[in-house]
């Protein structure tokens, strides 16, 4: 995927599927909640995610990413979607451990998210394949169905994210908007096959 190469960054949204924000313990946030991860994170179709040495629950949370094709900055949500290449499902892999530890503490989820290999993402699909406001999103752990969900549901739909991101983040070519999980997020122990 020759655009992915060019991404700068990967903006991913936090809690934007009430169900998943539930499964957690997590309230429903009233804005955007937003981190990165480095493009070091990126592992195409195919390749492996490397298990950390620093974790012993490691998750996958399906995820529709959003790949930018033209600089987005400072756009109106009416205008967004004309800076859309198109679309890849993704995997936002992430040491749930760690992560609750952070979150308890208060500190970035820096170590929890943004390691080596930790977005696994399939091919580009052009826009006019995909309605970025009913698709659905599925992940399959060793053949077995784990989550299930549809773009529908969303808190915040993906013009608004766009817009909200865009509006102190400037995107770039090739940079990736994850737009948040559906619930059914789990364990992944090394050797195990994901199919979305």
């Known amino acids: 995927m020759n655009l992915l190469k060019q991404a700068t960054k990967i903006v991913c949204v936090g809690r934007n599927y009430a169900k998943h924000a539930k499964e957690l313990g ?103 394949k995909i309605d970025a406001a009913n698709t659905e999103i599925t992940l399959k752990q060793n053949g077995v169905l784990r989550q299930h969900g549809n773009t529908a549901d969303m808190i915040f739909s993906v013009p608004t994210l766009l817009e909200y991101v865009a509006a102190h983040i400037t995107l770039l070519p090739g940079d990736v908007l994850l737009t948040g999980t559906p619930e059914g997020v789990g364990p992944l122990a090394r050797g195990d096959v994901l199919e979305v």
């Open 26 to 128: 997590n309230a429903l946030p009233s804005t955007p909640i937003i981190f990165t991860k480095p493009t070091t994170c990126f592992v195409e179709d195919g390749g492996s995610v490397l298990y950390p040495d620093i974790s012993s629950d490691l998750h996958y949370e399906v995820e529709l990413g959003v790949v930018i094709g033209k600089t987005l900055s400072k756009v109106p949500a009416s205008e967004v979607m004309s800076h859309v290449a198109g679309y890849a499902i993704a995997i936002d892999v992430t040491c749930r451990d760690i992560q609750e530890q952070c979150k308890a503490e208060r500190t970035p989820w820096t170590m929890a998210k943004c390691l080596d290999t930790f977005c696994p993402i399939g091919p580009l699909v052009s826009p006019d």
